[in-house]
């Protein structure tokens, strides 16, 4: 999906159901508290997106999409692999602190089993192209020798992932639980260095 | 057979003499329910149905679908921390503790998908429910202290950096333990062919050996 070229009335849908699928899941998301968000009627709704599983579809789409858009300013290619790559672990974790609902739509495709994704190739596409920016940067610290030989770049991309997107999801557990707020600004700072050192100590010759 | 005895025979009755059964039951029940379906996808009048009991029965014993998700909650969590708590350390060296403490971690939320589910629900509710529930909130979480009992040794011995705190180094392995579990569909469908740990028919996104490498490579010096 481009989202440069989306007609503002259904990039409006999109966004506004985006926050309902992610707050609720396909089955929990009522069209209406959709319409509520927005300027458009159900009908409009059926009009654009044929059905509300055609419009779940497209929202994921949607929010696959703007992780793409912002990932394609970076250009790791001339830095040193080890910055590189502190960069691409760096960039991840802002771009999910600044997209919760991202974090949580493809948490609730998983607890509904991932149902939609498994059809979705282009999102699937985005992601493999993702991984194979992380396997150039990996490859060439491998070939400088910085990077240790027997590291795969699908490990090293669930690695970051994981502690980049549990950082968004259990934050209310941690408020909750230990008293401790995540997201203030230097929790955050901490948090990002840290995933960034660990990553890094992980993949170094 | 006469039929007062009949009556009793029947299974509805034997539930009315045994609250503390069947609350278990309902509890047990409305677990998977809320694993699967989430807060908004429950409905009371299906679990009525499956525990051969009733909406008023529940209603009468937890006061509505918040009271019975709040002890759906408390539940699960009371079990995953008595689970924690019963790990022992057996290794001395501060680097092998900690190994040995992740390794339990990442097998105990791999065998207790259903309290993945249900945090992940809770997570997406942000909170909302745990923050008010005074009993979850109270109960000790037995991995810090296991974490902090290590991390002091390992400062000691000078093989852990310092500066860290141990709910810091907590929430980096549950983070890494609860991935592997929470996200595996979706990882699952999008690199179905590079992913060739698997377990069973569990897909493991992270390997146990990876996960304790990365936990070690953060901590140490």
Redesign the interface.
């Known amino acids: 999906m481009n989202i440069e070229a989306l007609d503002p009335f259904k990039r409006d849908i999109l966004e506004s159901a985006l926050s309902v699928f992610a707050n609720y899941g396909f089955k929990g998301a009522s069209i209406e508290a959709i319409t509520d968000k927005t300027q458009t009627s159900k009908r409009m709704i059926y009009y654009h997106f044929g059905s509300k599983e055609g419009l779940y579809q497209a929202v994921l789409d949607f929010a696959y999409s703007k992780v793409r858009a912002r990932n394609n300013k970076h250009d790791f290619s001339k830095e040193d692999p080890i910055e590189a790559l502190s960069a691409f672990a760096a960039n991840a974790f802002d771009l999910f602190n600044g997209f919760p609902d991202f974090v949580r739509i493809v948490l609730q495709e998983n607890l509904q089993g991932s149902m939609y994704l498994q059809s979705a190739e282009e999102i699937i596409q985005v992601n493999r192209d993702n991984l194979a920016l992380l396997n150039e940067i990996l490859e060439r610290g491998k070939h400088m020798g910085v990077v240790r030989q027997d590291v795969t770049s699908i490990n090293v991309y669930m690695n970051f992932t994981g502690l980049c997107s549990h950082n968004v999801s259990s934050r209310n557990a941690y408020k909750a639980l230990f008293g401790i707020d995540l997201s203030t600004p230097e929790n955050l700072a901490n948090r990002k260095a840290s995933i960034c050192d660990a990553i890094v100590r992980y993949v170094k010759a | 057979m006469p039929k007062a005895l009949e009556k009793l025979d029947c299974p509805k009755s034997i539930r009315v003499n045994n609250p503390e059964r069947t609350i278990a039951e309902i509890i047990k029940v409305a677990s998977q329910e809320f694993a699967?379906?989430?807060?908004?996808?429950v409905r009371i009048e299906q679990i009525a149905e499956i525990t051969l009991t009733s909406k008023r029965m529940i209603y009468y014993y937890f006061g509505g679908k918040d009271g019975l998700y709040q002890k759906v909650l408390e539940n699960a969590y009371k079990k995953i921390r008595t689970l924690e708590s019963n790990l022992i350390v057996r290794s001395t060296r501060p680097e092998d503790a900690l190994k040995e403490l992740v390794e339990y971690s990442y097998d105990l939320l791999q065998a207790n998908e259903e309290y993945v589910?249900i945090?992940?629900?809770?997570?997406?509710?942000?909170?909302?429910f745990?923050?008010q529930n005074a009993v979850?909130?109270e109960m000790a979480?037995p991995l810090?202290n296991i974490i902090a009992d290590i991390y002091r040794n390992g400062i000691r011995n000078g093989v852990f950096k310092f500066g860290l705190n141990p709910?810091?180094i907590h929430?980096?392995i549950?983070?890494?333990c609860?991935?592997?579990v929470?996200?595996?569909?979706?990882?699952?469908?999008?690199?179905n062919d590079?992913?060739a740990e698997k377990n069973g028919s569990k897909v493991q996104?992270?390997s146990k050996s990876?996960v304790v490498?990365?936990v070690l490579?953060?901590v140490k010096i």
């Not at chain 2, 929470?182 to 690199?191: D, R």
Request: charged share 15%.
């Open positions: 699967s379906k989430g807060y908004a996808g589910q945090v992940m629900s809770e997570n997406l509710q942000k909170g909302q745990v923050s979850i909130k979480v810090v709910v810091e929430a980096f549950q983070a890494m609860f991935f592997n929470s996200n595996q569909h979706t990882f699952g469908a999008i690199f590079k992913i996104i992270l990876r490498e990365l490579n953060f």
